[in-house]
């Protein structure tokens, strides 16, 4: 057997062997950045959600008592309005603390007058 027999045969060998190589090499950097986290990663993930969520609770429970609080006074105040509001009348008597909860929300001419300052003696 001559050199033209052998020639196709050893080239097409070292050219299989290096695509081989760059494929394996390519596979293991993909195996790499799909690696599993450790249960260590895990465990500090976990925590950091836990506290995560434990400030989102907190805030949410915040916002359910000052809506809550809110809700209430609005419904005394428009009690208030519904039972006291005769006819021709400047306007309900209501209670301070639901003013004060509902403050940017009561027009001014319901509220209590503010009683002006004592002259210092």
Not at 9 to 36: N, Y
Not at 55 to 61: S, T, V
Not at 97 to 102: A, G, I, M, P, R
């Amino acid at each position: 057997m001559d050199s033209a027999f052998w020639t196709p045969i050893i080239s097409g060998g070292i050219l299989a062997a290096i695509a081989g190589f760059f494929s394996i090499r390519t596979l293991r950097a993909q195996q790499q950045d799909k690696k599993l986290p450790s249960w260590v990663e895990l465990d500090k993930s976990n925590r950091e959600l836990r506290t995560d969520l434990d400030k989102l609770n907190d805030r949410f429970d915040e916002f359910v008592k000052s809506s809550s609080r809110e809700r209430r006074a609005m419904q005394n105040v428009l009690y208030a309005a519904a039972d006291q509001w005769p006819q021709n009348s400047p306007g309900p008597v209501l209670n301070p603390y639901d003013l004060e909860v509902l403050s940017d929300t009561i027009p001014a001419s319901w509220r209590p007058p503010i009683a002006p300052p004592r002259p210092a003696t």
